[in-house]
């Protein structure tokens, strides 16, 4: 099957792609393109997943470059392809240089790809709940001013993640929130009982725009609602399943 790869007007010419699930060759609760070395997936499958990754991508499997994931606000500087990165706890790249495929996974976060193409600068970052309330998106922006993007020309595009109508949390999430800014009450919705529904690609959009993007927008796909296309946490726990894939966002210069 071949490869289907979201790509967004806005980070045009660069080449990117959130990559759904299709075309890969995982099999099971990983059926299609799991790139998530974490996950229970054979590693060999997981390999040749990311090599047509890298194809697509125009690059070889090297060439992809990842950080061990942790919600967290570090962001890792990258100046060439380096598989000791992968040891980084960090969520979020960029680079100035031409040589790295910068990549995070992700299965109900979002994935965000950010473009200064003026400066030739990029960064990719994965942000959940928490590594967006610690502020993730806002430490990938320094981190791009830093290698000499300016922020009014950042373009930032939100990939597939979980949508705020299949997203329910608890009370405890909204009191985090609003612990660092009561108007973050605007991102709940009332649900059933004590429950709420968080709209995370809202709380996304609205950090990159305070933080001076020149343009940020949502791809618009829900990864709980389309299981055909996307994998999910969430899905996966209330499917009872045994565990689940991830799925890749990568973009390079």
């Known amino acids: ?54 194809q697509a991508m125009d690059a070889p499997p090297e060439a992809l470059t990842g950080v061990h994931q942790v919600h967290s606000a570090n962001v890792a500087t990258v100046a060439a392809p380096d598989p000791a990165l992968r040891e980084t706890r960090a969520d979020a790249l960029v680079t100035d240089r031409p040589g790295p495929v910068l990549t995070v996974l992700t299965a109900d976060c979002m994935p965000v790809l950010l473009a200064d193409p003026q400066a030739g600068v990029i960064g990719a970052a994965h942000a959940g709940w928490r590594g967006a309330l610690d502020g993730v998106l806002g430490a990938t922006l320094d981190a791009m001013e830093g290698l000499g993007a300016e922020r009014a020309r950042i373009t930032a595009v939100i990939g597939p993640c979980i949508s705020q109508r299949a997203y329910e949390v608890g009370p405890e999430l909204l009191d985090a929130f609003l612990a660092e800014d009561p108007e973050s009450a605007r991102f709940f919705a009332n649900g059933e009982g004590d429950r709420y529904l968080f709209d995370l690609p809202g709380f ?50």
Not at 8 to 17: C, N, Q
Not at 220 to 243: I, K, N, Q, W
């Open 1 to 54: 099957m071949t490869l289907e790869i979201l790509t967004a007007d806005a980070l045009t010419p660069l080449r990117h792609g959130f990559f759904t699930r299709r075309g890969g060759a995982s099999s099971g609760v990983f059926a299609g393109l799991n790139c998530g070395g974490g996950s229970g997936d054979q590693s060999e499958i997981v390999a040749i997943n990311r090599a047509r990754v890298a």
């Open 204 to 253: 996304g959009l609205a950090q990159l725009r305070a933080g001076g993007v020149g343009l940020a927008e949502w791809t618009r796909h829900c990864t709980y609602s389309r299981p055909e296309l996307f994998y999910s946490y969430r899905r996966s726990v209330h499917e009872g399943a045994a565990d689940y894939g991830r799925l890749i966002a990568a973009i390079r210069l």
